[in-house]
């Protein structure tokens, strides 16, 4: 799942690459040659996406340092952690939910795949089976009880 993930995010990466050296330079010098640069709001504009696209880019590339010190082999098997899936009962609704927990740029509600940073990913990370986890989400106070975990190793080659 982080390889799969990686991957993406490379690929982002070397589009804003792409864009920094390339796209960007081009519009920079055909907004320069517009004439005074104190009054042109075309070098002006090209520039601020310059200094956006270059903030995108480190932020991106620090994300994936992030990502990729992320040692998978050293998951704990018997609690909920980042990959895994987790089975709750809502005491509430008396009704199971799987949730898969997942890094926040792979997270489709759709699908309940919940980022590890959301309030019930938060919740979840670290709670073991028959665990109780109260969680405060938008729509109010919710209570679950932990049913079953499959870690991330076995979860893996189902994404």
Known sequence: ???????RLNEDLRELEHELKTKL????RKAAALGDLSENAEYEAALDRQRLIQSKYRSLKNRINEIAQVDVDRLPMDTAG??????????????????????PEDAEAKMNRISISSPIGRALMGKRVEDEV?????????TFEIMDIVPYKKTEMNL
């Open 82 to 103: 980042y990959g895994s899936r987790v089975t709750v009962l809502d005491i509430d609704t008396d009704k199971e939910i799987t949730y898969q927990l997942v890094m």
């Open 134 to 142: 109260g969680v405060t989400i938008p729509s109010g106070k919710k």
């Open 25 to 28: 330079p081009e519009e920079i």
């Open 1 to 7: 799942m982080t390889k799969k993930l990686l991957s």
